[in-house]
């Protein structure tokens, strides 16, 4: 650095000397002080950039690795957290040193800090604002260092925390509210410590929604709380890890444990003789929950309630009582079963039979009197023995809706299996219900001339006026027809003029119709015999003109 300083130096001076000289011209030309004029500009660039790189260098506290976004500090020795740290640290690594304690606010002007690593120092003593300003942190390894209790206000901050380290430490109490806050956690590791007790009471699905694993093992917990471990959900069961304790071996224990089991829960499956309890509490008779089941054959294990189907969907109205069953009917008498249920109200149980929200009936069920959008959710209910054995649990997932909501939807499989069917029935009406359209079938048409054939023979008589005594019709046939023949003849009288010679002779006009007869897809006129015998015995009556007349017209 020096010798760049003095090489500045000179060229400057150089520089300087050259325009002097030129502005005197005492040189002979500009050349030479051109060239140090560009040498000088390049070892000025030289100087700030080792300036920029002597800046950025400063910003990384002394000994540590800065790579990106991680400042790494690991196993330097030291007793206090490095400072200064850059503001755009995602991780910071501080493990493997000899820090004692946290004060308040540690990591203040770390926005983006989502992972901190404190394993394998000393620390003893966290305060109550350790990590003020530290919302964004997911990940904190405290593992191995020298903390005693877990306390209330030591996590309070840490709202967006997913995985807490704490294992192999000297932690012998948990608070109860020291995981209040954490709803997004879901890994805790609390196994290697001293702790004899902890609150399975404070953890429930609605507080920790996302918690998978809980490892509790390598402890001093002689006795588990059966009832509130029985009250989280499966998801949360499952990551439950409880072995290498100092458990006395219990039938309700043995029961939850052989349940898991059955379950296939890979805490319990994956280390089937790391779970032991000790025989009357002497540490030197340990044996294994799952090597040893002769021990535990006094134990009624095998026993279990019937309950209803471990999930259920209810949808009721508004305003209706809705009533929760727990053992669907089972056998098990209630003087040998005790029922736990857990709403999903932010209220406690006991608060909420109070005020008569709830009520529960001494067979064990719940009711809701007056349903309202408030009580939707999941009811859980436990059923257990009086020897604290456990058994299954049931959920109920209660939607209260308004009576305007249409509890049923539309289905298309029903009306799609509807309209099958009606058109089946179309079908068959249309195929053997309909008149009969088969030529085979179908009566000939009626013509006008065969329904004039089909008429009395009387009626033609008459109206063609022969005498009754000819045709051999009784007069008295009918009124319209006697009127019907007496008005003819007379008519026939006034048309027809009187035959030569003054003959009073009858005369008569007829009117044949022919009779139409499809033949080769044409009309053809035919008359019938019986009309062609009746025109006969007509025209014998005629006058012989008349009558060849008439004949002749007739063949026309």
């Not at 309630?305 to 209706?320: C, H, I, K, R, T």
């Not at 009917?329 to 005020?355: K, M, R, Y």
């Not at 063609?464 to 023949?485: H, I, Y």
Request: glycine fraction near 8%; charged fraction near 15%; hydrophobic fraction near 40%.
């Amino acid at each position: 650095m020096e010798l760049m300083e003095r090489g500045v130096s000179g060229n400057l001076f150089m520089w300087t000397c050259c325009e002097i000289a030129v502005y005197f011209r005492k040189t002979p030309c500009a050349a030479c002080c051109k060239s140090h004029f560009i040498t000088m500009g390049l070892m000025l660039r030289v100087v700030f950039l080792s300036l920029l790189a002597k800046t950025s260098e400063s910003s990384c506290p002394v000994g540590c690795v800065c790579p990106s976004y991680i400042v790494s500090c690991g196993g330097l020795g030291l007793d206090k957290l490095p400072f200064p740290v850059p503001t755009t640290t995602w991780t910071l690594d501080v493990s493997h040193n000899r820090l004692t304690w946290l004060g308040v606010g540690s990591f203040y002007g770390l926005p983006g800090l989502a992972r901190l690593l404190l394993a394998h120092n000393l620390i003893s003593q966290l305060s109550p604002g350790a990590f003020q300003n530290a919302s964004t942190l997911r990940h904190l390894d405290l593992s191995s260092n020298r903390l005693q209790v877990v306390g209330r206000h030591h996590f309070l901050e840490l709202t967006g925390l997913e995985e807490l380290l704490l294992f192999n430490n000297r932690i012998s109490r948990v608070e109860s509210t020291a995981l209040m806050g954490l709803g997004q956690l879901r890994r805790l590791y609390l196994s290697f410590n001293h702790i004899s007790d902890f609150p399975f009471f404070s953890i429930r699905k609605h507080t920790h929604p996302h918690l998978l694993t809980v490892d509790l093992s390598s402890n001093h917990m002689a006795r588990l709380p059966v009832e509130d471990i029985a009250l989280w959900p499966a998801s949360h069961q499952r990551g439950l890890f409880l072995f290498n304790n100092s458990l006395l071996c219990d039938c309700a224990v043995y029961a939850m444990f052989r349940h898991w089991e059955q379950k296939g829960y890979e805490s319990v499956t994956d280390f089937k003789d790391e779970y032991r309890c000790l025989l009357y509490g002497d540490p030197r008779a340990s044996v294994r929950f799952f090597r040893h089941a002769r021990f535990f054959e006094n134990c009624t294990v095998g026993r279990t309630l019937s309950l209803a189907v471990a999930m259920a969907n209810l949808v009721v109205y508004e305003g209706e009582l809705v009533r929760l069953e727990c053992t669907g009917g089972s056998s098990a008498s209630a003087e040998n079963v005790s029922f736990t249920w857990a709403p999903p109200h932010s209220e406690g149980i006991a608060q909420l039979l109070q005020n008569g929200t709830l009520r529960l009936n001494q067979d064990g069920s719940l009711e809701i009197p007056f349903a309202r959008p408030d009580d939707s959710g999941v009811y859980q209910c436990t059923a257990l023995d009086r020897a604290q054995m456990l058994n299954e649990s049931r959920e109920v997932n209660v939607t209260v809706v308004s009576r305007t909501v249409i509890e049923e939807p539309f289905n298309t499989g029903y009306t799609t299996l509807l309209g099958c069917v009606v058109t089946l029935v179309l079908i068959l009406m249309y195929l053997y219900l309909t008149p009969c359209r088969c030529s085979c079938c179908r009566p000939p048409p009626s013509s006008p001339a065969a329904s004039v054939l089909r008429e009395d023979h009387c009626t033609l008589a008459s109206i063609f006026g022969a005498p009754p005594s000819l045709t051999g019709c009784a007069g008295g046939s009918g009124g319209s027809g006697s009127g019907g023949s007496g008005g003819s003849e007379e008519m026939a009288r006034k048309l027809l003029p009187p035959p030569p010679g003054g003959v009073a002779v009858d005369r008569r006009v007829v009117f044949l119709e022919p009779l139409m007869e499809e033949q080769n897809g044409h009309l053809k006129a035919t008359f019938a015999q019986e009309q062609l015998a009746q025109f006969q015995w007509e025209t014998e009556r005629l006058t012989p003109a008349t009558a060849t007349a008439t004949k002749r017209n007739a063949a026309v």
